[in-house]
C-alpha cells in the first residue's frame, strides 16, 4: 500500500469533500480521486459512497480510515523518538500527573530537571486516572504520574511515595473539628471527581457496604487539586489527597474531618505500558522522580499489580 495513497484517502475521509481535501493537500482533484481509485483497486473494495450530494465511508472505508490514523499517529511517534535519540537527554517528554501530584511532587521534580537537563521539555497533562490512563494506551503520552491502579493493559508500574485520600471540607463547615459517622457525612453534598475514577468508585463503595446513602454529589469535576477554593465556598464535603491538604494553599482554607472508615491508602508513582520505548529524556525523568521518592521513604520497584 503506497503511504501517500493512504495518506489522501484519510485526508479525505477527514473532511468527506474531494474539493475541499485536494485544496488542502495542494493538489487538484482529479489527482486525489486518482489516488483514492488507485487505493480501492489494491484493495478490491470501494472506500467511499454516494450520500445525497456529499460522500460516505463504506464499511471498509470507516475501518481503514481508523487503522489509517493509527498508523500516522504510530509513524509521527517514532519519528519523533528516532529526532530525540540524537539529542541524548535532551528532547521532549508527554507526561500526564494527577492533580494531587501537581501540589507535592511536581515542583520539586522541575526544579531537579531544570537544574540537571535543561534541555528536556515537559509536555504536562493534568488529570484524574481515567483520562491519563486512556491517553497512555492510545501513546498520546509517554508516562503517568499518580496513583497506581489496576489496568487492563500490561503496565509497567514504579511507586515513588504514600499517599492518603481522607475527607477534607471548609473550617467553617458544621462537621468540622468534630468526628463524623458516615450516616453523618451522607447527610451533606460532596464534590467528587466522576465516578469512572477509582478514589470515588473506592468511597461509593464504603458507603454503600455500610448501608449508608452513597455521597450525594452536587458538583462533578475533573481535578478536585486545583479549586481548594471552590471547596471552602461551596460548603461541600470532598475526599482529597492528605499530602495536598498539607500545602499552604489547602491548609488555610480547609480541614480534614475526622472518620477512620474514610481513609483510602494508596500508593503514587509513575505508569508506563510494558512495551513502551522510553527515550533518554524520559528515561532521566523516571529516575529524577524515583530520586524524589527515595528520599520520601520508599524503594521504587517494579510492579505490575498496585493493588
Not at 522541575?110 to 497533562?125: A, F, M, W
Not at 511507586?159 to 463524623?180: E, F, N, Q, W, Y
Not at 458538583?219 to 479549586?227: F, G, P, T
Request: neutral net charge.
Amino acid at each position: 500500500m503506497n503511504n501517500r495513497d493512504l495518506d489522501y484517502f484519510v485526508a479525505a475521509a477527514q473532511i468527506m469533500n474531494l474539493g475541499l481535501a485536494s485544496q488542502n493537500l495542494n493538489i487538484t482533484q482529479p489527482a486525489l480521486s486518482k489516488s483514492i481509485s488507485r487505493l480501492e483497486k489494491e484493495l478490491g473494495v470501494k472506500l467511499f459512497k454516494r450520500a445525497g450530494r456529499g460522500l460516505e465511508l463504506t464499511e471498509a472505508g470507516r475501518l481503514l480510515y481508523q487503522r489509517g490514523l493509527s498508523l500516522q499517529s504510530a509513524y509521527n511517534e517514532t519519528t519523533t523518538v528516532i529526532k530525540e535519540l540524537s539529542r541524548g537527554t535532551g528532547g521532549i517528554v508527554r507526561m500526564g500527573i494527577s492533580g494531587s501530584a501537581t501540589q507535592f511532587l511536581l515542583p520539586e521534580m522541575c526544579k531537579v530537571l531544570q537544574s540537571e537537563v535543561p534541555n528536556v521539555k515537559l509536555e504536562i497533562q493534568i488529570g484524574m486516572n481515567d483520562v491519563l490512563y486512556h491517553q497512555l494506551e492510545r501513546h498520546a503520552l509517554d508516562i503517568v504520574i499518580g496513583p497506581l491502579i489496576n489496568y487492563e493493559r500490561a503496565l509497567v508500574q514504579l511507586p515513588v511515595t504514600a499517599d492518603r485520600v481522607v475527607v477534607a471540607a471548609s473550617r467553617s463547615h458544621p462537621l468540622a473539628g468534630k468526628p463524623a459517622s458516615l450516616h453523618d457525612l451522607s447527610r451533606y453534598g460532596w464534590i467528587l471527581p466522576a465516578k469512572t475514577v477509582s478514589m470515588r468508585q473506592w468511597l461509593d463503595r464504603v458507603f454503600y457496604e455500610n448501608n449508608c446513602p452513597v455521597p450525594d454529589v452536587k458538583i462533578e469535576i475533573s481535578s478536585l487539586a486545583a479549586v481548594p477554593g471552590l471547596i471552602a465556598k461551596s460548603g461541600l464535603l470532598s475526599f482529597l489527597s492528605e499530602n495536598s491538604l498539607k500545602e499552604e494553599e489547602f491548609a488555610s482554607r480547609l480541614i480534614r474531618i475526622d472518620n477512620d472508615q474514610l481513609i483510602m491508602e494508596r500508593r503514587v508513582g509513575i505508569t508506563y505500558l510494558e512495551d513502551a520505548f522510553l527515550t533518554p529524556a524520559t528515561q532521566k525523568v523516571v529516575e529524577v522522580t524515583q530520586i524524589l521518592g527515595q528520599k520520601m521513604g520508599i524503594t521504587p520497584r517494579r510492579h505490575n499489580d498496585p493493588q
